[in-house]
């Protein structure tokens, strides 16, 4: 199916120049002359080969149609990540390779997709936005804007953002899992 390239997210599988390819990371750019474009990072799903190709937001690429299992996040070892299948039960493992940067917003009983061709995992989607809490935070600096400053924070997984000031070491924050940003305090 053709789609725009304005279009393509993390965890897409693409068809470009006869080879299928995972999207790790997407990124637009839009130079002060001249058009939008997209800048993609993705991994070749057989030999797992990295590459950059950039495309104009106007330009259409192939996305593949994939076969999608529901999975359940169990655990992490050094090199593999544990699933299990929501339908069959199934225990499965598989590179961490695979998942790419959004591995560290992995929790315990996450609801995953995998998308397999043939019968092989070629990459996994998380939800859009996980609850993390804060483990440390920067102090606040007197006569700061409230409106536009940010602070330093560390996040559970180890992770560091930027976070509002008024935010304080333990508490409960939503952070968008496609660009790593803080979105909201969480609710009780």
């Known amino acids: 199916m053709k789609i725009n390239a304005n279009l393509i997210r993390p965890g897409n599988i693409i068809e470009h120049n006869n080879r299928q390819w ?10 002060g002359k001249g058009g939008s474009f997209i ?26 149609h994939v076969e999608e299992r ?7 070892t050094d090199d593999n990540v544990t699933f299990m299948d929501s339908t069959t039960f199934d225990q499965f493992s598989v590179p961490y390779d695979i998942i790419g940067e959004v591995g560290v917003f992995l929790q315990e009983n996450m609801q995953c997709t995998i998308d397999m061709i043939d019968g092989l995992p070629v990459s996994i989607v ?14 606040v ?7 536009s400053s940010y602070k330093s924070g560390k996040l559970e997984n180890g992770m560091r953002i930027l976070i509002p000031p008024f935010i304080e070491s333990g508490t409960r924050i ?15």
């Open 39 to 64: 800048q993609v990072e993705m991994r070749d799903v057989r030999t797992g080969i990295k590459t950059n190709e950039r495309w104009r937001t106007a330009d259409t690429v192939e996305k593949l």
């Open 141 to 147: 600096i007197k006569g700061q804007t409230a409106a």
């Open 174 to 188: 939503i952070v968008s899992t496609t660009d790593s940003t803080y979105i909201e305090r969480a609710k009780s």
């Open 126 to 139: 998380i939800p859009d936005k996980v609850t993390m809490i804060v483990i440390e935070a920067d102090p």
């Open 22 to 31: 995972a999207v790790l990371k997407i990124q637009l750019i839009q130079p």
């Open 70 to 76: 529901s999975v359940t996040y169990l655990f992490s």
